[in-house]
């Protein structure tokens, strides 16, 4: 584990809890420097003084201000930019004048700012910013790119879409709530091309309690065995895409209004649909629910 705190370019306030090495009570008076020694970078090996925003090649104190409770507080000025820069590393601590405090200090890796190249995308406006007012977030950012992208959204069916759906040639895995149901969907094949509705003669699905010691042994929820449904209603002859899944031709909704499927919680379900093509042998399409 990294001994670095991380601080964003730019940043200015700064804050210590200092206490007496005598009891450990609080310290809130007298004076209490702030200190900040660069590590690395064009400046390492120096010190920060604040009163004209320099680097200094001696120890350097700056005047900090009590806020409350031992806390302390120091506002460091901006000049051109901060004393910290993306990709530096800095110690930070603190001394009360008399040496009557116990030593504390940090050491930090800076990152960029937010909204700057190789920093995180912030939502909101102004530069740099996504705003969350509707439409669509854009496929790629491009680098340095820090203008406003208004009418983007990060949410919304109509904004960014769900993980590929599975393709149907394993067991898919996915879970649901006790007494709830789940949306299944993937991606079926018939003879290296996607499934259509005229390619389908009929389907049925069962859903079977597992026996998670015996992979051989499953039970069948009552009211889910063998059931038969309509093929335009689980086959779609386009490819799908929303905000929970994307590239699927086959979706269902497990029915629980009359007979629940998913009863028991921390035990696994296989959902199992057989479909029969038109011309050509059955295919096993099957999703694993874990209940939670």
Known sequence: MSQYHTINAGELERGFTTVARSDGSPITAGTVNYYLK??????????????????????????MAHDADGHWDILLT???????????????????????????????????APGTTGGPLVVGTGDGAVDPSGGKVPAT???GDNSDKAGYSLADASGGVGPTANIADEDIHTTAFKNGTVRLCARVYKDGADIHQADVSTIVYSVFLLDDQDPDAR??????????????????????TDSQASDYNFKHVV??????????????????????????????????????
């Open 38 to 63: 660069c590590k690395s970078g064009t400046n390492a090996g120096k010190w920060w003084r604040n009163s004209d925003q320099s680097w200094q090649a001696s120890e350097t104190a700056n005047a």
């Open 78 to 112: 901006a000049g051109a930019a901060g004393p910290f820069v993306a990709g530096v590393r800095y110690r930070e601590y603190v001394k009360e004048s008399g040496n009557l405090h116990v030593p504390d200090g940090r050491l930090l890796a800076c990152d960029a």
């Open 141 to 143: 950012i491009a680098s």
């Open 219 to 240: 039970t069948v929820v009552t009211g889910h065995s063998a059931v038969s449904l309509a093929v335009a209603d689980v086959i779609l002859d386009t490819l799908q």
């Open 255 to 292: 029915p629980i209004g009359v007979h629940p499927a998913f009863t028991i919680a921390g035990r696994n379900y296989l959902a199992e649909y057989t479909i029969m093509p038109v011309a050509g042998e059955k295919i096993i399409l099957r999703f694993r629910v874990h209940v939670l």
